[in-house]
Nanobody
Framework: DVQLQASGGGLVQAGGSLRLSCAASGFTFDDYAIGWVRQPPGKEREGVSCIRSSDGNTYYAHSVKGRFTISTDDTKKTVYLEMKNLKPEDTAVYYC???????????????????????WGQGTLVTVSS
């Protein structure tokens, strides 16, 4: 079974930084996308960033581009989200998710809505105070 274990959330002041981690296991897809989705309080889930295993290409939502960086370790089974210059509007539960083949969450250079992810981990709460 696919398992995704996210960690690293917490309380941080605006302008601060956090790094989220997601340990993925239980799959051996030839090509997949693994990424982060967040759900702000009272709002719908939104895609934040993902990385594609086949080529290492990364994708970001416009709202986080230049502030967040996604990366993986050598095994590509641990994915990180380095978040800098955090803003109160970044407050959300952050989920790690995997899009199994055929990869649909990215098309061209664009990150599509999180509905295309197939597997989800539990969330980790990030709270940014003003």
């Amino acid at each position: 079974d696919v398992q995704l274990q996210a960690s690293g959330g917490g309380l941080v002041q605006a302008g601060g930084s956090l790094r989220l981690s997601c340990a993925a296991s239980g799959f051996t897809f030839d090509d997949y996308a693994i990424g982060w989705v967040r759900q702000p309080p009272g709002k719908e889930r939104e895609g934040v960033s993902c990385i594609r295993s086949s080529d290492g290409n990364t994708y970001y939502a416009h709202s986080v581009k230049g502030r967040f960086t996604i990366s993986t370790d050598d095994t590509k089974k641990t994915v990180y989200l380095e978040m800098k210059n955090l803003k109160p509007e970044d407050t959300a539960v952050y989920y790690c998710a995997v899009d199994a083949p055929p990869v649909e969450v990215v098309i061209g250079q664009y990150l599509r809505p999180p509905i295309f992810y197939d597997y989800w981990g539990q969330g980790t709460l990030v709270t940014v105070s003003s």
